[in-house]
């Protein structure tokens, strides 16, 4: 009887011993899906707060390297901090719980950038995910997890849908500067934000699509001005008027409708430093009754 009970007994630790270490596997391995998500959920972070700089007016104070060496911590002006990393967006991109980490981007179309998993466009249902709010659309913030080995995202936090994660390599997010602006491109695409010693003028909107006859007021706003700075404009295929005071812009399409532009200037004559920007306006194709006139800038084949 001695010796059955010892026999079990050694059964149980022996027990004991690979539950603790599967324990510890488990625990581990959710340890590293937690630092993965992390990751990838701080450089969306960054690239939300990159684009929302842009748009904004805020400006760079220094782009210095990131103490790991992997990427470069951005200061605004604003008391504000992103780091972009290299490569990819700060992992391995091959350690992920399905052999890879998506790589988070942004990619412009139509003057709008929208969110990338691995180079591909990211869908909320049947659309593109914008990054930031413009031309009518809100932006969105996503947020991803590792979800029973499958990459997940919400747009809520509440309702999670599996992400194709494919596993290609795409163009790191890359930094230069000129004597203004520093600018940060992946791909075909740029994000341009001044210097916060640099002089600029920016332009909430700069495409239009707009109705034959109608009227669009923008707001504008001038960076590292001083009581010499001077703000024109000029047109071609449009009018407008200009308030300074204000700091808006009302455009005035010609009629009948062309594709033109504005060229809104800026002069800080006491060090005579020159910053200007360009409103595009396109035609939106308009129908309005049987018998009307179809406006678009398209070249159709009938």
Partial sequence: MKKVLLTLAAVAGMFCSCTKDLENRVAELEKKFAELEAKVNANVKSISDLVAAAESGVTINSVAPASDGNGYVISFSDGTTAVIVNG????????????????????????????????????????????????????????????DNVWEVSFDGQTWTAVPVSGASVPAVEISETDSEYVFTQGTTEIKIPKTDAFAIKVNDYSLLVEEGSQIKLGYSLIG?????????????ANFSLDTAGKTITVIPEVPFRSGYILLKAVRNSDGKYSAQYINIVVKLSYDKFGSLIITDTEYNW
Avoid: C, M
């Fill in 225 to 237: 001005e001083d009581d010499s700075t001077v703000v024109l404009a000029e047109a071609h295929n």
């Fill in 88 to 147: 990819t967006n700060g992992t391995d991109g091959k350690d992920g719980a399905d052999g890879h980490t998506p790589q988070i981007g942004f990619q412009e179309i139509d003057g709008i950038l929208y969110w990338t998993v691995d180079g591909v466009l990211l869908k909320d249902g049947e659309n593109n995910v914008p990054v930031t709010g413009a031309a009518g659309e809100d932006g969105k913030t996503p947020e991803f997890r590792i979800n």
